[in-house]
């Protein structure tokens, strides 16, 4: 990049007119980019907004696979299976489905359009764990929130951080959240949690949040 003589020679009259310790010529020809979250917004744990990508080898024979399958008001299916041999897991509704060779991500998708192209769901949430990868901590976001998966653990950080972490809920949400832990729901009053610290609790790694959809 070529600079104009007079160009140069006015920059460096300005330079010498700022104080020492002050910002420099820089900052005042690139613009400042505004890092403070916005006020509504609660502190989370530094982390704790970050999608996980743990987790990304391929399914094999003998792992053992945890699928959830939520869709509405549905009937949640949850499902507890070894990969065989030929790389297949037994769903409910649909059979053998070869899950080998996927990861839990690519798993996901595919059992997804598999229960939406046999008609027995339009827009299914789905979830597949394997306990024999070596993973961070996790806690899962589904539901009527605007980014649905999983998301890193980060010791501190309650359940009205993680949906907002999760970019918040969607229009079409209730003002209920259930809180799934070791196989036991419990449900949260959304504005409750935002305004009320002893409503609002820890999560642990593990921990499912669905928000309700509202059905008015």
């Avoid at 409910?92 to 996901?108: C, D, M, N, W, Y």
């Avoid at 059992?111 to 027995?120: A, D, T, V």
Wanted: glycine share 8%; aromatic share 8%.
């Amino acid at each position: 990049m070529k600079f104009h003589k007079h160009s140069c020679l006015a920059m460096l009259a300005l330079a010498s007119l700022l104080p020492s310790g002050c910002a420099g010529i820089g900052d005042f020809l690139q613009p400042r980019q505004n890092t403070n979250p916005p006020s509504w917004a609660p502190q989370l744990p530094p982390g704790s907004a970050t999608p996980s990508t743990f987790g990304s080898r391929p399914l094999r024979q003998d792992d053992t696979v945890t699928v959830s399958v939520r869709a509405g008001a549905a009937e949640p299916i949850e499902v507890l299976d070894i990969v065989d041999s030929y790389g297949n897991i037994t769903l409910p509704h649909i059979g053998e489905f070869k899950v080998g060779q996927l990861t839990t991500s690519e798993a996901e998708k595919a059992i997804r359009e598999s229960y939406i192209k046999n008609g027995l769901f339009t827009s299914p949430d789905v979830t597949v764990l394997c306990k024999d990868m070596i993973q961070a901590a996790e806690y899962f976001m589904t539901g009527a929130i605007n980014k649905k998966g999983s998301f890193l653990f980060k010791d501190g950080i309650t359940l009205w951080q993680a949906i907002v972490a999760a970019g918040d809920v969607t229009p079409f949400a209730s003002n209920k959240v259930k809180l799934v832990r070791n196989g036991v729901s419990q449900e949260y009053d959304i504005r409750r949690i935002k305004t009320n610290k002893s409503d609002n609790p820890l999560l642990l790694p593990g921990d499912i949040i669905e928000v309700l959809e509202s059905w008015l």
